[in-house]
C-alpha cells in the first residue's frame, strides 16, 4: 500500500474530482470468450464492487498464459480497459525502485549496508537515536525508523500533472533540521533496524540516493536497464513520459456510483509513480521470478535477484514487532496472506493493484483496477484477486 496509516486520502482524493458522475454498473461491454466462466465471474464481481475496468494477467512456469482486460478504461467514451491500458500501478512502483537499487550494487556504486549520509548533500539522523545509522536495507526493508508524516504525504500528491517539486528537495526539508517539513515525529522513537513500519517516504529516499550514486535521475536509469531492454514500451514515471490518450480514467466507488478521479503525480515518485501496463508489468515481473532475465534480455544478475528476493527477516535478525510466520520483506519486495505470497500489492487514489507469485515462483497474477474503494469494500477486489487464483490452479 502506497499511503499507509492516510485512511482518508481517498476522501481526500474526492474533493479535487473531475468529470461527472457515472453509475457503476451499466454500459459494460461484452467480453465473451473461450474463458466464459472466468469472464462471468470478474464481471458479476466488478458490478458488485463498482469497478469501472480491470485488467490481469496469468503467469504459469514464467509465461503469460492468460491476459485478459475487463470493463471500461474511460467509461464516458467508451473506451475499452485492455492488457495494453496504462494506468499508475501504486507501491508495486516500490520494486522497480528495489531493481534499481540492485543494480546500482551490481555496479559496485551502492552497498546496502552503508550509511545513507555516505551519499547524501544532507543528513538524515533520528533524532531519538542520533548515533545509530540508517541503511539502505533498512530503508528496503521498511526497518529504517523513517515515519510518513499524514499531514505531509498528502501534499506530495499534486492533482493535474506531474509535481512540480523536485524529489530531493522535498526530502531535505523533511530531513534536514530546520527544513519547512522536519520534526522528530518524522521518526519513530526506535532504532534503526529495531521496528518494522511501513514508510513512502523512506522508499522515496532509497531512489534519490540511487539518483546520486549513478549521477542519473531513476526514471531515466530504469529506462535504460529495465524499461528499454524488456521493451516495455508503456511504461514510464510521469505523465509526460507516456501516452496520455492510452491512460485509464481513475475512478472511486462510492455508494453504487463511480465517481471520476483527476490524474496526478507525486513528489515522492519512487515510492508509487510507475505507469504501466498489464502486457508490460507481465516481463518484468516475470524477469524477477526467472533470475533477472526476459527472452534473452537480461536486467539483473542472477545474484542481484536472488538478494532483492530473499526473505531478510530471520529469528536471529527481526525487526521486534514482526512475527516471521505472518510478514516478511525482501528489498522493497513483499510478502502476503501470511507469507504464502510474494511480490508487492498498490493502492492510491483510484487504483488497486498486485504482483503476487507463490512461493515457487512457479505461479503468479498481475492485477489492475482503475477504481478505489473504501476500506470497508476492498475485500470485493480480494475476491477477484482469489478467482484468478483458482483460475490460474485450472491453466497449470
Request: hydrophobic residues 40%.
Amino acid at each position: 500500500m502506497r499511503f499507509k496509516k492516510i485512511t482518508g486520502l481517498v476522501a481526500v482524493a474526492t474533493v479535487l474530482l473531475a468529470g461527472t458522475v457515472a453509475t457503476g454498473s451499466q454500459d459494460k461491454p461484452s467480453t465473451a470468450s473461450a474463458s466464459g466462466s472466468i469472464d462471468d465471474i470478474v464481471e458479476k464481481r466488478m458490478n458488485e464492487a463498482g469497478i469501472v475496468g480491470l485488467g490481469a494477467a496469468i503467469i504459469v512456469d514464467k509465461k503469460v498464459v492468460w491476459m485478459k482486460g475487463y470493463g471500461f478504461a474511460d467509461k464516458q467514451r467508451a473506451v475499452p480497459f485492455t492488457p495494453n491500458t496504462i494506468m499508475n500501478i501504486g507501491s508495486i512502483s516500490k520494486t522497480f525502485t528495489g531493481a534499481a537499487l540492485m543494480r546500482a550494487v551490481q555496479e559496485g556504486k551502492l552497498s546496502l549496508d552503508d550509511d545513507v549520509n555516505k551519499y547524501l548533500p544532507f543528513k538524515v539522523v533520528n533524532p531519538y537515536f542520533p548515533d545509530e545509522r540508517i541503511t539502505l536495507r533498512h530503508l528496503a526493508t521498511h526497518t529504517s525508523g523513517v515515519a510518513d508524516q499524514p499531514s505531509v504525504y498528502l501534499g506530495t500528491y499534486h492533482y493535474g500533472g506531474d509535481s512540480p517539486e523536485p524529489l530531493g528537495d522535498f526530502l531535505r526539508n523533511y530531513f534536514a533540521s530546520g527544513g519547512k517539513y522536519y520534526s522528530k515525529e518524522n521518526f519513530l522513537n526506535a532504532r534503526p533496524g529495531a521496528q518494522y513500519e511501513y514508510s513512502n517516504i523512506a522508499a522515496g529516499l532509497a531512489g534519490y540516493v540511487v539518483e546520486i550514486a549513478v549521477g542519473e535521475k531513476l526514471n531515466a536509469y530504469t529506462r535504460r536497464h529495465i524499461f528499454a531492454p524488456l521493451k516495455m514500451e508503456n511504461t514510464g514515471w510521469f505523465l509526460s513520459e507516456i501516452s496520455l490518450a492510452n491512460h485509464s480514467k481513475l475512478y472511486a466507488a462510492q455508494g453504487g456510483f463511480s465517481v471520476p478521479i483527476e490524474l496526478y503525480g507525486g513528489t515522492t515518485y519512487p515510492d508509487g509513480g510507475v505507469r504501466t501496463s498489464v502486457a508490460d508489468l507481465s516481463k518484468f515481473f516475470i524477469a524477477l521470478l526467472n533470475g533477472g532475465e526476459y527472452e534473452g534480455a537480461r536486467i539483473l544478475e542472477k545474484r542481484s535477484v536472488d538478494e532483492m528476493l530473499r526473505l531478510q527477516f530471520t529469528d536471529a535478525k527481526k525487526p521486534d514487532n514482526i512475527i516471521l510466520k505472518e510478514k516478511n520483506s525482501g528489498i522493497f519486495w513483499a510478502t502476503k496472506r501470511d507469507v504464502t505470497r510474494i511480490g508487492h500489492a498498490g493502492t492510491d487514489p483510484g487504483v488497486k493493484t498486485e504482483m503476487l507469485s507463490d512461493l515457487s515462483k512457479e505461479v503468479g497474477v498481475i492485477l489492475f483496477a482503475n477504481t478505489s474503494n473504501c476500506d470497508h469494500e476492498i475485500r470485493k477486489f480480494f475476491d477477484i484477486s482469489d478467482d484468478l487464483w483458482k483460475y490460474a490452479a485450472t491453466l497449470r
